[in-house]
């Protein structure tokens, strides 16, 4: 069957008696001939296009208005395939909106979740007391005398003055009926007051039910903001970051960045000063209440947090990795027993951030658990299994002799199991003074000499396709005499065994150095 290509031409003509105020509360959605849905996305903001499980949005935040007709280059087209285009063309400004419609009745509140110093995590509380799904919406509000310390991490907000408005990201724009969402923030001073929730109505039939979607073949008028541009459509999700995101490279830098730090390092801090595309996200460790994957233990995956960072990192051509556990708190096997709750735990991740590499640091208690190693590690087979293609690597503590015993156990159980282990990263740091005497000068030294033992080890283990990545601590260590200079950073660089992370701190090394010259020695011996 060939490739149908259909082209949508849309222009819109007024309404007699309609408003500007009536279209920046107004939504709209149609349906397009064959299979291809449309609609409004948020406040002004997009225009998105839904065929079988493929979306398109076109995004546009101009404030001013355009008149618009919808009609179909291919009306006999049948069927809509994954090459389908939209194209959207101003034909005059008038500005123009849908009125009428059900009242909405939504509770909407700012709490406070919890405090820390001056600080807190607050959300906006919204309570749909409707019969219906609410598809569309803004949130006003005033916040006078403090401000948000991140997010919220599902909407965008404008500002004018002291008074906010929030538009919901696409995937928190749904509120179902009789349900809360709540959108998470950080926060300082007093709570935001004065909320007004404003329901973005759809385009209504005659009955004024939201339910009916508009057929094109009985056409009704209507605004949207002027937009001209042609796309094709998106992935399944509606994120063109997805298409835009590289390949990670055969030899890659990725430092890690501990994203549990206040306030939230910026990505794109790094990207700007040193064009840096690749981070490792640290760390998803198990809320103990709860016993699901939470950043730092403490921030769920329902808060979408990090989403806008790692977008912007891919809509640059680059990508992050994931990394679960760490030194602090507990990795999710140690603390969930069922495997197939596991399971879903991990793909839960890789699903809501479009993850194509995972990390496990395994150190402290952890690395020597064989009850919770071979539990993650029967369910990384299946991981992988149901992921083709999905990078899986082990951060583990090392000495300059090579993994510690819990370390080569570890690897053996990967072996046994079948799990595919495409890198072990050592963290060259903090070895001790009976390890590595003598260190200051030599610690680039040490951390080759630990990665050549470490691929013997993994060698005589079974796993004979495992890169070693080198991941050193920059600057002074834990360890006070335990200096990694910018030298040791070159000698690792220009070695065999620079294939992995690397901690880099977005603050100080402790030791004099330019802004961000640890990330830029190691960048250059990527790629």
């Known amino acids: 069957?060939?490739?149908?290509?259909?082209?949508?031409?849309?222009?819109?003509?007024?309404?007699?008696?309609?408003?500007?105020?009536?279209?920046?509360?107004?939504?709209?959605?149609?349906?397009?001939?064959?299979?291809?849905?449309?609609?409004?996305?948020?406040?002004?903001?997009s225009f998105a296009c839904t065929s079988g499980n493929t979306r398109l949005t076109l995004l546009n935040r101009q404030p001013a208005s355009t008149e618009w007709s919808l009609q179909p280059v291919q009306p006999t087209a049948k069927s809509i395939a994954a090459t389908t285009l939209v194209r959207l063309v101003a034909t005059s400004r008038?500005?123009?909106?849908?009125?009428?419609?059900?009242?909405?009745?939504?509770?909407?509140?700012?709490?406070?979740?919890?405090?820390?110093?001056?600080?807190?995590?607050?959300?906006?509380?919204?309570?749909?007391?409707?019969?219906?799904?609410?598809?569309?919406?803004?949130?006003?509000?005033?916040?006078?005398?403090?401000?948000?310390?991140?997010?919220?991490?599902?909407?965008?907000?404008t500002w004018q003055g002291m008074a906010g408005q929030l538009v919901p990201?696409?995937?928190?724009?749904?509120?179902?009926?009789?349900?809360?969402?709540?959108?998470?923030?950080?926060?300082?001073?007093?709570?935001?007051?004065?909320?007004?929730?404003?329901?973005?109505?759809?385009?209504?039939?005659?009955?004024?039910?939201?339910?009916?979607?508009?057929?094109?073949?009985?056409?009704?008028?209507?605004?949207?903001?002027?937009?001209?541009?042609?796309?094709?459509?998106?992935?399944?999700d509606n994120d063109p970051s997805l298409k835009t995101r590289g390949a990670f490279p055969a030899k890659v830098f990725a430092p890690f960045v501990d994203v549990g730090l206040y306030p939230t390092p910026r990505l794109l801090d790094f990207f700007e000063a040193t064009g840096q595309q690749w981070f490792t996200l640290a760390f998803i460790t198990a809320d103990q209440e709860r016993k699901v994957p939470a950043w730092?233990?403490?921030?769920?995956?329902?808060?979408?947090?990090?989403?806008?960072q790692i977008r912007d990192v891919r809509l640059r051509g680059g990508d992050v990795i994931v990394s679960f556990g760490g030194a602090a708190g507990q990795e999710l096997a140690q603390v969930v027993t069922d495997e197939n709750a596991l399971l879903a735990h991990y793909q839960a991740v890789i699903d809501l951030y479009k993850l194509r590499w995972v990390d496990f640091d395994?150190?402290?208690?952890?690395?020597?658990?064989?009850?919770?190693?071979?539990?993650?590690n029967r369910v990384l087979a299946r991981l992988q299994a149901a992921n083709p293609g999905l990078i899986v690597s082990f951060t583990l503590p090392v000495l300059p002799t090579g993994l510690t015993a819990d370390g080569v156990r570890l690897l053996e159980s990967c072996a046994k199991y079948r799990v595919r282990v495409d890198v072990v990263n050592i963290m060259t740091m903090d070895y001790g003074d009976s390890a590595a005497p003598a260190p200051d000068g030599r610690m680039g030294?040490?951390?080759?000499?630990?990665?050549?033992?470490?691929?013997?080890?993994?060698?005589?283990?079974?796993?004979?396709?495992?890169?070693?990545?080198?991941?050193?601590?920059?600057?002074?260590?834990?360890?006070?005499?335990?200096?990694?200079?910018?030298?040791?950073?070159?000698?690792?660089?220009?070695?065999?065994?620079?294939?992995?992370?690397?901690?880099v701190s977005i603050q100080s090394s402790s030791i004099p150095q330019q802004p961000f010259e640890f990330t830029k020695i190691f960048k250059q011996y990527a790629g």
């Not at 600057?475 to 006070?480: A, L, Q, T």
């Open 94 to 157: 008038t500005a123009c909106g849908t009125t009428g419609g059900p009242k909405s009745n939504v509770t909407a509140t700012a709490v406070e979740v919890s405090r820390w110093g001056l600080g807190y995590e607050g959300g906006f509380r919204l309570v749909n007391n409707n019969t219906y799904d609410i598809l569309n919406w803004r949130l006003d509000f005033t916040f006078a005398g403090g401000n948000f310390t991140w997010g919220p991490s599902d909407g965008d907000v």
């Open 362 to 376: 395994v150190e402290g208690q952890a690395v020597a658990q064989p009850a919770s190693y071979d539990r993650r």
């Open 1 to 45: 069957m060939g490739v149908v290509l259909l082209l949508v031409l849309l222009a819109l003509q007024a309404f007699a008696g309609c408003s500007a105020d009536a279209l920046t509360s107004g939504s709209y959605r149609l349906r397009l001939p064959g299979r291809l849905a449309c609609a409004s996305q948020g406040l002004l903001s």
């Open 296 to 308: 730092a233990g403490t921030i769920g995956l329902e808060k979408q947090f990090l989403m806008d």
């Open 169 to 236: 990201k696409q995937w928190s724009q749904e509120i179902k009926a009789g349900a809360t969402k709540e959108i998470r923030f950080g926060g300082s001073g007093p709570l935001p007051t004065n909320l007004q929730f404003i329901q973005v109505l759809s385009l209504l039939d005659s009955d004024n039910d939201p339910s009916q979607i508009l057929s094109t073949s009985a056409p009704r008028v209507f605004s949207m903001p002027q937009f001209t541009q042609v796309l094709p459509l998106l992935d399944p």
């Open 445 to 503: 030294d040490y951390a080759i000499q630990a990665a050549e033992a470490t691929y013997r080890q993994a060698l005589a283990a079974g796993l004979n396709a495992t890169k070693i990545g080198n991941t050193p601590m920059i600057g002074r260590n834990d360890v006070e005499t335990e200096v990694f200079y910018q030298a040791d950073a070159h000698k690792v660089g220009r070695g065999r065994w620079f294939n992995g992370e690397t901690y």
